[in-house]
C-alpha cells in the first residue's frame, strides 16, 4: 500500500526553490549526459563547468525562475524536489519560430525518480500550460543521441523540423529541433 508521504506533489515552482531546483538540474545533467552509466559524452571539464554554473547556479536559477512569460513545475516528495519542467517563449533557431511561440525548455527527471510518471505528469503540465498561452506551434529541442526523450515527445504528435548546435561551453552538442502544431 502506497502512503500519502510515497506520493510526489507537483506544483508550480517557487523563488525558494532556486537553489534546490539548481542542485537538481546539475545532478540530473552529469546523471544524464556526462556519467559512464548515461550517455557519456565526453566534455572538456572547463567547458562542463562553465556550462553547470551558467545553468545551475542558484543565482542564475533565481533569474530564470523570475523571468517574464516563462513557467516552472516541480515533482515534490517530502520536501525534496525529484523533478522538474521549464518552458516559455521560445529561443530555438528555426526560421519558422518566434518567441511568441512557447517552447519546452527543460524536462528533468533525477535519477532517483525515473519510472514513477513524473515526467509523463510534467510534461502533460507543460503542454497544457503552453497551449493555453499561444497560438502558434510548439517546440522543443532535444539532444540528438536521446532517443527515449525523442520518442516520448513524438508520442504527443511533436515532429523533428530542424537542427541545431547546442552550447555545452565551447562544446557544440547536436541538437533536434522538434514542432508539433
Not at 529541442?141 to 515527445?153: D, E, I, P
Not at 541545431?164 to 565551447?170: L, S, T
Amino acid at each position: 500500500m502506497t502512503s500519502t508521504a510515497d506520493i510526489a506533489l507537483i506544483r508550480a515552482a517557487r523563488p525558494e526553490d532556486a537553489e534546490a531546483l539548481g542542485a537538481l538540474g546539475r545532478r540530473t545533467f552529469i546523471d544524464t549526459f556526462v556519467a559512464a552509466d548515461g550517455f557519456a559524452i565526453p566534455y572538456p571539464a572547463d567547458d562542463l563547468a562553465a556550462f553547470l554554473d551558467a545553468s545551475f547556479s542558484p543565482e542564475a536559477t533565481a533569474r530564470k525562475l523570475a523571468e517574464p512569460g516563462a513557467a516552472w513545475w516541480v515533482a515534490e516528495r517530502n520536501g525534496d524536489l525529484l523533478a522538474f519542467a521549464n518552458a516559455g517563449p521560445n529561443t530555438l533557431p528555426h526560421p519558422e519560430a518566434t518567441p511568441a511561440n512557447m517552447e519546452l525548455r527543460r524536462l528533468y527527471v533525477g535519477k532517483s525518480a525515473q519510472g514513477l510518471g513524473l515526467g509523463t505528469q510534467l510534461l502533460t503540465a507543460s503542454l497544457d500550460w503552453m497551449e493555453a498561452n499561444t497560438e502558434g506551434p510548439l517546440w522543443i529541442g532535444v539532444w540528438s543521441g536521446n532517443t527515449k526523450a525523442q520518442r516520448l515527445y513524438a508520442a504527443y504528435g511533436f515532429e523533428k523540423a530542424g537542427e541545431y548546435q547546442y552550447p555545452v561551453g565551447a562544446w557544440m552538442d547536436d541538437e533536434f529541433i522538434l514542432r508539433r502544431g
